[in-house]
């Protein structure tokens, strides 16, 4: 079964919607933008209440920032690994400390990056734990794997075709990198080279970020080698 993997910016985050047997959007991008998932929504000629299922990657503001609009306009089960639904939930946006000397730099400006709005808050419908769980039933063929290393309840979503929305295990966006790669925050950098090999073990071969386009998995392979 093939999946149309269709991505929708929502501000300085960005949102996948995947069309198989049924649909189910990856990150809900920062606040203030459920009007503009629609709108792309609507131009890909999918109606809200066809979402099913809505996977959060992890808590932090550029990924959560929709998703009270997003579900409810769609409908969908809203899901989040156990370990952050707080964050949502009672909506706490901690930050990563920075990896890399540019990591630290923007992280050290972080208050100019955040959201002039906050988050509203949204329940959670399915907790994920760390065994994680299959997309078959919701008409995706693929699963959601925990990855943890950016945040320690980083989720990413591998389809059976090794395309893989990793949320922020990688970036590939100016200005946090000017090109792909391994993040530039993270709680536990061990931890996400770690997430790596086991998504390339699984067979992941297409990367697709949170923050900008899709890469090859050949890139993570020559920066988990360096």
């Not at 985050?13 to 709108?39: E, T």
């Amino acid at each position: 079964m093939s999946v149309d993997i269709i991505p929708i910016s929502l501000g300085f985050s960005r949102s996948y919607v995947l069309r198989g047997d049924a649909v189910i959007v990856v990150d809900c991008g920062c606040p203030g933008n459920g009007r503009k998932f629609l709108k792309g929504l609507e131009a890909a000629g999918i109606a809200p209440e066809d979402v099913e299922l809505i996977v959060i990657t992890h808590g932090h503001w550029d990924h959560v920032g929709s998703a009270f609009e997003i579900k409810s306009a769609t409908g969908a089960k809203l899901a989040m690994h156990s370990s952050e639904s707080k964050w949502l939930e009672n909506p706490t946006m901690p930050s990563p400390p920075g990896v890399t000397r540019w990591g630290k730099i923007i992280m050290s400006l972080h208050r100019y990056f955040m959201p002039a709005s906050e988050v509203t808050a949204t329940g959670v419908d399915l907790l994920i734990g760390n065994e994680g769980i299959s997309l078959e039933e919701y008409g995706i063929p693929g699963s959601v794997i925990w990855t943890p290393g950016h945040t320690p309840g980083s989720l990413s979503v591998l389809l059976h075709s090794g395309d893989a929305l990793v949320g922020d295990l990688a970036m590939n966006m100016f200005p946090l990198r000017l090109s792909p790669g391994l993040p530039i925050f993270a709680e536990d950098m061990n931890a996400v080279i770690r997430s790596w090999e086991l998504l390339i073990d699984k067979g992941a071969n297409t990367v697709y970020p949170a923050h900008g386009k899709p890469f090859p998995i050949s890139v993570i392979e020559k920066e988990i080698r360096r």
